[in-house]
């Protein structure tokens, strides 16, 4: 069995991320038991799907996965954000969502954690994630979680939803 857990955010605005499984998959949560979402994520071959919140208020996670690189859409055509990573030697950077809405990515990778900041640096989130994952899939869960932390203390209706499912 495989983990990825550890922390998005801080100890009063943050989530913590719980997610076990195997070599082809992982399950869990991220947030709390009562605000947060679900996460299940599948790796095929070089896809990674799965499933970010529940069964009627979610995203779809749609995935590819390079040599060094990952790169895909979180939800649909309309409401979803576009994610890419890169990992180059011991780090991991890119971005999620666009130009105007979105936020990027430093991560540091070590053998079994992901670390470093989510977003710039006065309006973002420290990241810690220990597990068996490989660096690029633990960058994602990293990035789901912030993108859901952040839509979720946003105050909107569909954060709100979101966060019930």
């Known amino acids: 069995m495989t983990t990825v857990t550890g922390r998005v955010g801080g100890r009063s605005q943050g989530y913590d991320v719980k997610l076990s499984g195997d070599a082809a998959g992982w399950k869990g949560r991220i947030g709390g038991m009562h605000i947060g979402r679900d996460l299940t994520l599948r790796v095929t071959g070089m896809q990674v799907t799965g499933r970010l919140g529940g069964r009627t208020i979610g995203y ?80 994602l869960i990293a990035t789901l979680a912030y993108g859901a932390l952040l839509e979720d203390s946003s105050g909107s209706t569909a954060g709100v939803a979101a966060a019930i499912a």
């Open 60 to 139: 779809d996670v749609n995935a590819t996965l390079g040599d060094h690189t990952l790169s895909g859409r979180i939800g649909g055509e309309t409401l979803g954000m576009d994610v890419r990573l890169t990992s180059s030697g011991s780090s991991v950077a890119g971005r999620y969502g666009g130009q105007l809405s979105g936020f990027d990515l430093k991560l540091t990778v070590t053998e079994r954690e992901v670390q470093g900041r989510l977003g710039g640096e006065k309006i973002g989130a420290d990241v810690r994630l220990t597990g068996d994952a490989p660096p690029l899939v633990m960058a």
